[in-house]
């Protein structure tokens, strides 16, 4: 068991106090807060940074919701190999024989390529011009996933599948049909059966299209027309299977424990959950290549960790671990930028926050 505590402004440790100058960073250049957990020899501590909202004192509380954008692929993914372990799901079956006439290459795309991102599927997000005035038009609007499918369906594969990897939520939003077709519940109603409520995960939702984060949270932004706006109420429909939950650092925290230690999985899948494409395939942040909605990252001092990041209107987040789980790390930022501008200074001050923490592990 952990032992709650927080970083206090006269500890001499100097990782701790590096770690602390990162987060602070973050809100002079691009946030409006941050919150990160780290847990490390029994011992679990919080940073926080910014404020709660904008116009008001409040710090940013460290037990607060947030969306985790495309961590939900991590819930995902282990769902998808919870059926496999149950004989449900072939990883290496096409697509056409589960969801016939959704994908006319579903003949050539298999349920291995949609988790590792090799299906070579057209990401619809790409479809949609850039946040800003569009997101403002279309925050409360429900997208449906099958028609957000048929929008990449509707062209052709960039590449061959199983040829390399292109980061597509589209993939995601496929596999949560998926779900749907092999147990005849949502994916959102598996994941609540399958591991919300088996690990008491009472501060996670898959909000549907509900626009509120509930409970204590901290308030998200986006830059448009220069201008901070509040973007923390949206229907969050659009990123689906692919990033729509919400949930908490300590909530998080459990998943991952449950994770990497197998009470979520049988070691035959957790296997192929880590059974990664070509690291040279990747180009993302930290990134040793890409498993099956869980990927290894290697920190600035060598250290590896699997797990996941990601980002939506308002909000970045990444969890990580040790496979033995007993080094941990999760975060949320809420965000003030145009998402444009998240390359960049932004980014490499949020890798620099994560290898700061990675540092006190």
């Not at 609007?141 to 061959?160: G, M, Q, S, Y």
């Not at 969050?236 to 998943?255: H, N, R």
């Not at 996941?308 to 999760?330: C, K, M, N, V, W």
């Amino acid at each position: 068991m952990s032992i709650d505590t927080a970083v206090k402004p006269e500890t001499k440790d100097p990782k701790r106090i590096k770690l602390q100058e990162a987060v602070d960073k973050l809100t002079t250049v691009g946030a409006a807060g941050a919150q990160f957990r780290i847990t490390t020899g029994g011992e679990t501590f919080t940073v926080h940074a910014g404020v709660r909202e904008f116009g008001r004192d409040e710090p940013v509380p460290t037990d607060g919701k947030f969306r985790i954008a495309c961590i939900t692929k991590v819930f995902v993914s282990t769902v998808i190999l919870q059926l496999v372990g149950e004989g449900k799901v072939d990883l290496d079956k096409p697509m056409a024989e589960y969801l016939p006439g959704l994908l006319p290459q579903g003949v050539q795309v298999t349920v291995r390529n949609l988790l590792q991102h090799t299906s070579g599927l057209y990401n619809h997000a790409d479809a949609f011009q850039r946040p800003g005035d569009r997101f403002e038009r279309d925050r409360h609007r429900h997208f449906d996933a099958e028609k957000l499918v048929k929008i990449a369906a509707d062209k052709p594969l960039n590449f061959t599948p199983g040829s390399t990897f292109e980061y597509s939520n589209t993939n995601y939003i496929v596999l949560g049909l998926l779900i749907r077709a092999v147990t005849g519940r949502s994916y959102a109603e598996e994941i609540r059966a399958r591991i919300i409520e088996p690990l008491g995960l009472t501060e996670t939702v898959l909000p549907g299209d509900d626009p509120n984060i509930p409970g204590v949270h901290a308030r998200g932004y986006m830059k448009i027309k220069g201008k901070s706006v509040d973007v923390t109420e949206m229907n969050p429909s659009e990123a689906c299977s692919a990033g729509e939950m919400i949930s908490t650092t300590k909530d998080l925290d459990t998943f991952l424990v449950a994770l990497v230690t197998g009470k979520l999985l049988k070691p035959e899948q957790f296997e192929e959950m880590k059974t990664t494409v070509p690291p040279e395939w990747v180009t993302l942040p930290m990134s040793n290549g890409y498993g099956l909605g869980f990927m290894p990252l290697v920190t600035s001092r060598g250290l590896s960790l699997w797990g996941h990041g990601g980002g939506i209107p308002g909000y970045a987040t990444f969890i990580g671990s040790t496979l033995d789980g007993r080094q941990r790390l999760e975060s949320s930022i809420t965000l003030d930028i145009d998402p444009d501008d998240f390359s960049g200074v932004f980014e490499d001050a949020v890798v620099d926050a994560i290898n700061a923490a990675a540092d006190c592990l």
